[in-house]
């Protein structure tokens, strides 16, 4: 059976809270399938894999649980590193819910797990605490203390008749290409959106709380809605044709918005701030789905507000003009 388009409300609404005590996973999400990575950003190789391990829980009536690691377990061994992350974990659990999965062990990567030895990890997580039937990962997948244990040590486990046991081969692109995290997070560095897309399947969205500024933006004429993006990977510095989704709706809205430290006012923290088109309301405090569409022009620094104000004027006709453009 293919992963079904879900409306991703409805599936919400059925998904089961994510878990990340291993010892405390509810019995309905016990001896299934489980799909296994960091999955980062749900990128069409992720889909692959998961639509793989969703075909094999089909056939055998089991359910399809999907385990992944909070923090990512770059971020825990780099701390305090350049943040990279495509997809922080409510983004990743809404577009695993877009596929059809219900339950979701995002478990606490921390000392202790990362001390595990591959035969620890496989006793005190795959087979007692999920109770999985069967594995299915990538074919470079590594695991356990020091990364010693790979797809060879999963098939050994398998053929010991401890879970059944399936490896993906990387999915191409383009017949050579390999879907990758890494390939999205460079299309992404240097703006290309449209690409970037592609190999996701999806826009990619920063996703975060909308928190108060310094309400320049609204003393110009132009109110912002504004997002710290610390964990997340930063897009080039500059204005942006977006579109956007605030909590609670379900429609998406135009807008302009510019990333980055302001440099007439010079800011610590680079910040997104969205300038919704046709909008009043106030929505501090809710998340906000930011999807940048085109990247229109640099960072720049300018002599007077007046002639800011003048930009500003134009860089939301030319995020209009754009967003028409690609029927947005």
Not at 153 to 165: D, N
Not at 176 to 186: D, L, N, Q
Not at 307 to 328: F, N, P, W, Y
Request: hydrophobic residues 40%; charged residues 25%.
């Amino acid at each position: 059976m293919g992963i079904m388009g879900h409306n991703s409300e409805e599936v919400q609404k059925t998904m089961d809270e994510l878990h990340n005590n291993i010892d405390n996973i509810p019995p309905r999400a016990r001896g299934g399938v489980v799909a296994i990575g960091n999955f980062d950003g749900v990128h069409l190789g992720h889909r692959a894999l998961v639509q793989a391990a969703k075909d094999i829980a089909d056939k055998g009536g089991a359910p399809l649980c999907v385990l992944t690691f909070e923090p990512h377990p770059r971020e825990f061994f780099q701390k305090g590193g350049e943040a990279f992350r495509l997809t922080l974990l409510p983004a990743k659990r809404r577009l695993l819910s877009e596929l059809g999965v219900r339950h979701v062990v995002a478990l606490n990567f921390d000392e202790k797990l990362a001390g595990l030895s591959a035969d620890e990890f496989i006793e005190q997580v795959l087979v007692k605490g999920l109770g999985a039937r069967h594995i299915v990962t990538g074919s470079d997948f590594a695991f356990g203390r020091g990364r010693s244990g790979n797809v060879a040590t999963l098939q050994k486990a398998s053929q010991e008749g401890r879970f059944g046991f399936t490896a993906i081969d990387p999915v191409r692109c383009d017949g050579s290409e390999v879907y990758s995290s890494t390939r999205v997070r460079a299309l992404l560095q240097a703006g290309k959106f449209g690409d970037a897309a592609a190999l996701l399947g999806h826009p990619w969205e920063i996703e975060a709380e909308v928190v108060h500024g310094d309400k320049r933006g609204r003393d110009l004429g132009y109110p912002t809605a504004n997002q710290r993006v610390s964990r997340c990977l930063k897009p080039p510095y500059g204005v942006y044709a977006v579109r956007v989704m605030i909590e609670g709706e379900t429609v998406w809205r135009r807008g302009a918005a510019n990333f980055g430290i302001r440099p007439m006012f010079r800011i610590e923290e680079p910040i997104f701030e969205t300038y919704i088109f046709d909008f009043a309301g106030d929505i501090y405090g809710k998340t906000m789905r930011v999807q940048p569409i085109a990247h229109l022009r640099p960072e720049m620094a300018f002599n007077g507000l007046e002639a800011l104000k003048e930009r500003i004027k134009q860089d939301c006709v030319d995020a209009q003009a754009v967003l028409k453009s690609t029927g947005l």
